[in-house]
Nanobody, 123 residues
Framework: QVQLVESGGGLVQAGGSLRLSCAAS????????MGWYRQAPGKQRELVAG???????NYADSVKGRFTISRDMAKRTAYLQMNSLKPEDTAVYYC?????????????????WGQGTQVTVSS
């Protein structure tokens, strides 16, 4: 199995910054796309940012210019640098990874989620 562990969430004032980390572990052969999603109370989970194995990135319009996604392939870790935070960024942030892993001796595609980390931005 693949485990994703997020860290770095917390409480910050509007205009502040936070950096989220997502570390992947387990019987991983390779990691393809990694992404950050968020879910605010009463709303659907939405994509915040994604990064491919080749380093291509995409962002939700609401975070462009403020958030930056990156990854360290050797550490199997993805990061989300969040600057100029706004109260509307308040949500639980989830890490996602598309992996190729070993399952009973065979290579298997997998889509894994972390447990989520709370980000709260006060006005």
């Amino acid at each position: 199995q693949v485990q994703l562990v997020e860290s770095g969430g917390g409480l910050v004032q509007a205009g502040g910054s936070l950096r989220l980390s997502c570390a992947a572990s387990g019987s991983i052969i390779s990691i393809n796309t990694m992404g950050w999603y968020r879910q605010a109370p009463g709303k659907q989970r939405e994509l915040v940012a994604g990064i491919t194995r080749g380093g291509s990135t995409n962002y939700a319009d609401s975070v462009k210019g403020r958030f930056t996604i990156s990854r360290d392939m050797a550490k199997r870790t993805a990061y989300l640098q969040m600057n100029s935070l706004k109260p509307e960024d308040t949500a639980v942030y989830y890490c996602n990874a598309e992996t190729l892993r070993v399952n009973k001796g065979l290579a298997t595609s997998d889509d894994s989620w972390g447990q989520g980390t709370q980000v709260t931005v006060s006005s």
